[in-house]
């Protein structure tokens, strides 16, 4: 991906610095993407996608055209899912992360070769905050939900509310209940049983099935 990036900006016919300017990040950031010294993320990939009308396929697989022509951009662009983003909303990887208004939602639009998803239904994006998930889940990654998985069939990552509060752990079942597992060691597992999730108000909000790394902030 660094040399198609890099070939991408000379088509451009722009410099480093020039090319990092239309991004919004620092020359020595696209300097550290062309040598192939930091990853290129997820949230990364959508913003030059959509900075230059590109072909996400082209970045990604080096497949079909660089560039998405005008004229056929609603064909070129069938694989892109428009999906809720609750920006107030965020779910603590660690010990607990208020629910804020919930009718607060943008809807961002996402490639499914990124997602692997093939529609927005029953889905909605929600930040993350906190560690205690490392290195699955940073702070202020996105959690993309599946809000039609709120019963507990399999061991998985999901996000349940306790009380006004809303954590995301890793579920493991148990006879009577569940234990909340962080993947961060630092962090010490949670029983709940079907008693506590009673006296806790608790609900399960959905499964995370896909995690978009880095968003929205400072690329280097």
């Known amino acids: 991906m660094k040399e198609r990036l890099k070939l991408l900006r000379k088509s451009l016919g722009l410099t480093q610095t020039e090319f990092a300017k239309k991004l919004g990040m620092t020359m020595q950031g696209i300097q550290k993407w062309e040598y192939g010294t930091v990853e ?8 030059i996608c959509s900075t230059f009308n590109l072909n996400p396929d082209w970045l990604l697989n080096g497949t079909g055209e660089m560039f998405l022509d005008n004229t056929c951009r609603q064909q070129e662009y069938s694989d892109i899912i428009s999906i809720p983003y609750y920006p107030e909303v965020s779910a603590a990887a660690g010990s607990g992360a208020l629910v804020y208004d919930e ?6 639009q996402i490639s499914s070769a990124i997602i692997n998803i093939s529609t927005g239904d029953n889905v909605c994006l929600i930040n993350a905050t906190g560690n205690s998930m490392q290195p699955v889940i940073d702070d202020r990654d996105l959690l993309l939900v599946d809000l039609s998985q709120k019963l507990i069939t399999d061991e998985g990552i999901y996000v349940i509310r306790l009380d006004t509060t809303l954590v995301v752990k890793r579920v493991q079942k148990i006879l009577n209940g569940v234990i909340l597992i962080s993947d961060n060691p630092q962090y010490p597992p949670r029983e ?29």
């Not at 290129?40 to 913003?47: A, D, N, R, V, W």
């Not at 009718?103 to 961002?108: A, D, G, Y």
């Open 103 to 108: 009718n607060t939602v943008k809807h961002l």
């Open 40 to 47: 290129i993320k997820t949230s990364s990939i959508m913003l």
């Open 192 to 220: 709940l049983t079907a008693d506590n999730f009673n006296e806790n108000d608790a609900a399960v909000i959905g499964k995370v099935i896909a995690v978009i790394k880095n968003f929205n902030r400072n690329m280097m």
